[in-house]
């Protein structure tokens, strides 16, 4: 309960004023004809005599972000999706009882104004009101100083706040849907065809993740939130679907970070006939097409550095990577005692059973991610840790994968797909048994997805880019919560 003389309580008795005076306080719907960046089109540059002239009559609509009230007279600040734009309220000029209504109109109301354009002394663009209307109430004050609030936890809550007063921040949501149109474009203008899979699985697989777990009542059993669409992506391949890509959500029941969210967006791709090193080259592309499109530039700043995306990328193998950049030393690779021995010096703990190249990829992830800046593709993984990439033909150690890394993180996973149904048949029999060893992150056995590849599945090189984390790329943005619109958090205490 609001106690009395706040201002919520102020608002609420003003609503009950315009109630009492006859006013709906929430009509149903507006007859809006122009925007406000088409006004700006239509008169931005045209001289105040011109102007005058024209006495063309518009209808604009959107929220009160500013009043400065005169009298018989006032000015108010109108914003829509499209930009802001002063009007102009004078009792002379319109309807008495209009005006009335108007002197109980607060910021952050909804209204709507009709009139033709003009110019005032300053020379800003306003509109005249000759009828104005309230679209809706606000029954509570938007923030006064929205920049100078520290409390992020409550910008991610209220996120319908931070965009109502926040440009910044509904920029950024406006360049992640056109990332996202562009990148549907670039697939499609390459043969690609878009497709939906399902989220609710009865086996999760695709990915080395922790799975949320639901249960469906009428069918009587346990289902999965999908932790990637992989397996039954390449499924379709077989079916003859040589080229998909989908923009999919996935859930991974882990740590919420500045990278991590449970829920989040991937881009996945599977190209028939191509290889790992056929994706390099489409995804230099890839995001070329996307830069331009979206930002009209290919370099762009991100925390502090300037990153430069004009192919071609840089490309270090994982072994290699370690030896330059990380300054591992040779025995480390040899040996998977000195790699735990060696992790542990850097307060990195290996747990019981977990392989050499498990504790090579935790080395890599502390001691080289960090540093690669610009864009790089890391090739030649483990094949511990790619149960679903084919392995190299030279050495069947490492697997035929790349992972590209832009800015000190990981943002894109790529193989030449494994289509042995023997082979894949046994890297899931590992990852079986490291679960049954306790490795709950680790895959199952899924006999549909190996049945699929007996029937043969063609050469193919599949790809998942982290759309979240492309957009925080993007938009030079600290946090993957400032790029999802409403990003999961804590239940608040108290």
């Excluded at 102007?51 to 829509?80: Q, S």
């Excluded at 000190?408 to 049954?436: K, S």
């Amino acid at each position: 309960m609001e106690k009395p003389g706040s201002l919520v309580e102020e608002r609420i008795q003003k609503a009950q004023k315009l109630t009492d005076m006859g006013v709906s306080l929430y009509p149903a719907g507006y007859a809006v004809d122009t925007t406000v960046a088409e006004a700006v089109d239509l008169y931005g540059s045209m001289e105040e005599e011109a102007l005058e002239r024209e006495g063309r009559v518009h209808t604009l609509a959107g929220r009160v972000m500013a009043v400065r009230d005169f009298g018989k007279a006032a000015f108010i600040h109108i914003k829509d999706r499209t930009g802001r734009v002063q009007a102009y309220i004078r009792k002379d000029k319109i309807d008495s009882r209009k005006f009335d209504i108007f002197k109980l109109v607060d910021i952050g109301d909804i209204v709507g104004v009709k009139g033709a354009f003009f110019r005032t002394r300053t020379k800003e663009l306003t509109i005249l009101a000759e009828d104005m209307d309230i679209l809706a109430k606000s029954l509570r004050p938007l923030p006064e100083k929205w920049h100078g609030l520290t409390d992020q936890e409550t910008r991610y809550r209220q996120r319908y706040l931070d965009l109502a007063v926040n440009d910044d921040v509904k920029n950024v949501f406006v360049t992640r849907s056109r990332i996202v149109q562009a990148v549907r474009e670039f697939f499609i203008q390459k043969g690609f065809l878009e497709v939906e899979t399902p989220m609710m699985q009865p086996i999760p697989g695709g990915a080395t993740a922790l799975p949320f777990e639901t249960y469906h009542n009428a069918l009587g059993m346990k289902l999965y939130l999908r932790v990637a669409p992989e397996l039954y992506l390449k499924r379709l391949v077989v079916g003859g679907l040589e080229r998909v890509f989908e923009i999919n959500r996935n859930f991974r029941n882990e740590g919420i970070s500045t990278r991590h969210n449970p829920e989040f967006t991937m881009l996945e791709f599977y190209m028939a006939y191509a290889t790992y090193e056929d994706l390099m080259e489409l995804t230099e592309s890839l995001f070329g097409y996307v830069l331009e499109q979206v930002l009209g530039k290919m370099v762009v700043p991100y925390k502090g550095e300037t990153i430069d995306f004009t192919p071609p990328w840089g490309r270090i193998s994982f072994i290699d990577s370690l030896t330059e950049i990380g300054h591992v030393e040779e025995a480390v690779f040899r040996d998977r005692a000195a790699a735990a021995d060696f992790a542990r010096s850097l307060e990195l703990t290996p747990a019981d059973g977990e392989g050499h190249g498990k504790i090579l990829t935790k080395l890599f992830d502390h001691l080289v991610e960090p540093e690669l800046v610009r864009p790089t593709f890391v090739t030649g993984y483990p094949v511990e840790v790619s149960p679903l990439s084919r392995r190299n033909e030279q050495d069947p150690e490492i697997a035929d994968r790349f992972e590209l890394f832009i800015g000190g993180r990981e943002i894109a996973n790529a193989f030449t797909e494994l289509n042995d149904p023997v082979d894949q048949r046994r890297r899931f029999e590992a990852q079986v048994e490291l679960r049954d060893a306790g490795d709950k992150e680790a895959q199952f056995m899924d006999e549909d997805y190996i049945r699929a590849l007996e029937h043969g599945m063609p050469p193919t090189a599949g790809e998942g880019i982290g759309i979240d984390r492309l957009v925080m790329l993007l938009t030079d943005s600290p946090s993957i919560r400032d790029v999802i619109l409403f990003p999961h958090m804590r239940t608040p205490q108290g």
